[in-house]
């Protein structure tokens, strides 16, 4: 998955206090304007306020002029926002669509639904009420802290000042939470517990070697202390204050979830038209794996009868190719020296063109992002801070119990592992975000839509067996399908779990029946399930949507078609929703 799904950030963007303030002067020159050039001038206004009620957010996209600054999560601040969120949709409605570029059409789009968002976020889905998890302050610690844009003493005043109101912060989250699910507490408690290592060693040896002035160092050190005071607090007030409060559930039913849903994945489908296609697309893969089982029997099982009953037979052959993985020591290791092969890959076979220059670091999970169900995600720079690291986050599993760790790692073994690689690194997400930082619109950069972003690394994993990857051996493509098959039953889970009634034992029976999947991975995604909404369903809408979309273009195009044209052209368009891409795409025809 990809950490930019997440977008439950406290106060979400709206206009920003100057906008009223513009000179006399310079409102006849946009008067002047052709449509195009006055909303040009409008967007970069409209991201100066983004930015300047969202500084965390600001800080990941590679935006540091709000570094210093903790929201916090007052009611007089949500107040203020929606305020301005009004303001905001008032001065949109002055463009008029049809007058405008396409790309600005998408734009302008994306900037409505942003608006519209934040205001169901904060007035009706209410998260700021139920989920202390939203509450942390130790991420956008370590953004600025590991963040290479500015000198070292100029990031570590930044994080002193942010921290200097982190009292404050947890007060008023206390103040605001009433009746949260027990799912979220506990995340909550246990990624706070680890943010307490971002305030550790590598803060303060950093502040160490510092060139702050003894007095600002001692400030900061006492503010490093007042923050892990304040974090520690927070814990024992979600673990004893809080636990007896947390009887709501964390399903948010039929008509939230579809509203989410179209605010989140802005698909031409609905919530439900998806959910029909999944259970579709589950028994067209169950087809194909029986194929794929049958034709292998007789490789792995000489001799042996083949059950008659074809999930049996499934579940046999996969058990076989899944019992050669690496070690528990040995997996992060095991995805770091894939990258190289994958890269060599897609050069061979000109799938797209990549950029040697923006590097991919693989790492273990920070702490303080563990615990969400997720083994392993990208963290990727943003529009601004283009040359910083991109991280591979993979979860370790050392200190897993013995028989977690092999049941994980079968999971994720010699097939699967690489299928991962593709998804998370290259050409999935790492790449598609590369691009995304290229698009000549910021908005569509930094108005990620998580279905297309998605959407685009499932897509790729297909792709690249497509063009040869794995020799396209029955072994790799089953075990493919037994990867779609995980993204196809994430739809159909994610709609069960929260319009439904779906208990854990019936679910984690559904993934390791219908999923081939293990325990491990089962019992992790109905975790996720209950910690989300809608997320889980972006990868098969996206997939399914640039799938069909590369399909109608073949069609149309014959002999013209090229397949790498198809993927450069696609991901100039940055991370906007695939039906506007889509759009663009056969306008540009």
Not at 208 to 226: C, D, N, Q, V, Y
Not at 312 to 320: A, L, P, S
Not at 499 to 509: D, K, R
Request: aromatic content about 10%; charged content about 25%.
């Amino acid at each position: 998955m990809n950490s930019l799904y997440s977008r439950l950030l406290l106060g979400f963007a709206a206009a920003l206090v100057i906008t009223g303030c513009q000179s006399a002067s310079d409102q006849p020159k946009e008067a002047e304007a052709t449509p195009d050039q006055a909303f040009e001038q409008y967007k970069t206004r409209f991201i100066d306020s983004l930015w300047y009620y969202n500084p965390g957010w600001a800080s990941s996209q590679g935006y540091h002029r709000y570094d210093s600054i903790l929201v916090l999560p007052t009611p007089g601040r949500r107040r203020m926002e929606d305020k301005a969120n009004i303001r905001r949709q008032r001065e949109l409605a002055a463009f008029n669509p049809s007058e405008l570029s396409v790309n600005n059409q998408t734009d302008f789009r994306l900037m409505l639904n942003q608006l519209r968002s934040e205001r169901w976020y904060n007035d009706t889905l209410q998260a700021w009420q139920w989920n202390p998890a939203q509450y942390n302050v130790s991420e956008a610690v370590a953004e600025i802290l590991n963040g290479r844009y500015q000198p070292l003493d100029h990031r570590l005043r930044s994080i002193s000042m942010k921290i200097s109101r982190a009292p404050e912060f947890y007060e008023a989250a206390e103040d605001n939470l009433k009746n949260p699910t027990k799912e979220h507490l506990e995340l909550a408690i246990l990624q706070n517990r680890g943010g307490l290592d971002v305030f550790g060693k590598a803060l303060t040896d950093s502040l160490e070697r510092s060139g702050l002035s003894p007095r600002e160092k001692e400030e900061f050190r006492g503010r490093i202390a007042t923050t892990r005071m304040a974090i520690e607090n927070y814990i024992k007030f979600l673990d004893k204050d809080l636990r007896p409060q947390a009887k709501r559930s964390f399903r948010i039913g039929p008509e939230l979830f579809r509203q989410k849903f179209a605010y989140d994945i802005q698909s031409t489908y609905s919530a439900d038209e998806v959910y029909r296609k999944a259970l579709a697309n589950k028994q067209a893969l169950l087809r194909d794996m029986t194929v794929r089982a049958t034709r292998l029997w007789p490789k792995y099982f000489p001799q042996q009868p083949m059950p008659a009953d074809t999930i049996t037979r499934i579940k046999q052959v996969i058990g076989k190719l899944a019992a050669v993985h690496a070690t528990p020591a040995g997996f992060v290791d095991a995805v770091r020296q894939q990258i190289p092969q994958l890269v060599k890959f897609v050069n061979d076979k000109n799938l797209l063109t990549q950029d040697p220059s923006k590097p991919l670091v693989v790492r273990e999970t920070p702490l303080y992002m563990r615990g969400s169900g997720a083994g392993a995600s990208v963290s990727a720079p943003g529009p601004y801070d283009k040359s910083a690291d991109t991280y591979y986050n993979v979860e370790p599993l050392t200190g897993t119990p013995t028989a977690q760790a092999e049941s994980y790692l079968r999971e994720y073994n010699q097939y699967t592992l690489q299928i991962l690689n593709i998804h998370e690194a290259i050409p999935g997400h790492y790449t598609q975000l590369v691009y995304a930082n290229t698009s000549p619109s910021l908005i569509k950069a930094v108005l990620g839509n998580g279905a297309m972003i998605e959407g685009w690394a499932v897509y790729a994993e297909r792709m690249m067996l497509e063009n040869g990857y794995g020799n396209g051996s029955d072994e790799i493509w089953l075990m493919w399908d037994k990867w779609n098959m995980r993204v196809t039953l994430n739809t159909i889970l994610d709609h069960m779990v929260q319009t439904g009634s779906i208990t854990e034992p019936q679910a984690v029976q559904m993934l390791m029946r219908d999923g081939f999947q293990e325990e491990a991975e089962a019992r992790n995604k109905w975790r996720r399930a209950t910690l989300s909404q809608v997320q889980l369903s972006s990868y098969f809408t996206g997939y399914t949507e640039i799938y069909d979309l590369r399909e109608e273009l073949k069609k149309d195009q014959g002999q013209s078609f090229n397949l790498k044209a198809f993927h450069e052209q696609f991901l100039s368009y940055g991370s906007a929703p695939v039906k506007y891409i889509r759009q663009m795409m056969l306008k540009a025809k």
